[in-house]
């Protein structure tokens, strides 16, 4: 799987714990195809108008939000503490510790994206809310409102 428009030198968060797909099921690779126009980037959509969408991604504990794509610049908040595990379309896994409070902003260019999952690795529900910027240089993706 290469992905040319991943953006590798985006600030993502945590510990690197594998490279070059290492531990992925056939599953979860599948699930990077079969997902990768996905712009569903959260649990809830909170409200939408004109300029932003913004979400709500809530996880209990063990609970994991699928693949999704990332096109659009937004930014994160972690609205608790907690833990969670991602995979990335790079091949690589993270763990990750979130502060309550913690925010990371993402800046995309014409044609780069973030292609990922996230799994709550910690004993607590994960809540973050997700701010989307519909003026960024890439068109929305559609919803598709499981």
């Known amino acids: 799987m290469t992905d040319t428009g ?3 030198d985006l600030p993502l968060a945590g510990e690197l714990v594998g490279t070059d797909f290492e531990g992925w ?3 979860l690779r599948a699930e990077f ?5 996905d712009g569903e980037v959260g649990s809830r959509l909170l409200s939408a108008n004109d300029r932003v969408r913004v979400w709500e991604i809530r996880l209990a504990p063990g609970e994991r939000w699928h693949v999704h794509r990332h096109v659009l610049d937004y930014f994160w908040t972690a609205v608790n503490a907690g833990r969670s ?3 990335t ?3 690589t896994t ?3 510790s979130y502060d309550a409070g913690e925010t990371r902003h993402f800046t995309f260019a014409q044609d780069q994206y973030l292609l990922h999952d996230i799994e709550n690795i910690g004993d607590t529900d994960l809540v973050f809310t997700t701010v989307e910027h519909l003026d960024s240089a890439n068109a929305p993706l559609p919803l598709d409102r499981r």
């Open 6 to 8: 991943f953006l590798s």
């Open 94 to 96: 993270r763990e990750v």
């Open 33 to 37: 195809e079969t997902n990768s126009y």
């Open 25 to 27: 099921s056939p599953e």
């Open 85 to 87: 595990r991602q995979h």
């Open 89 to 91: 379309s790079d091949g």
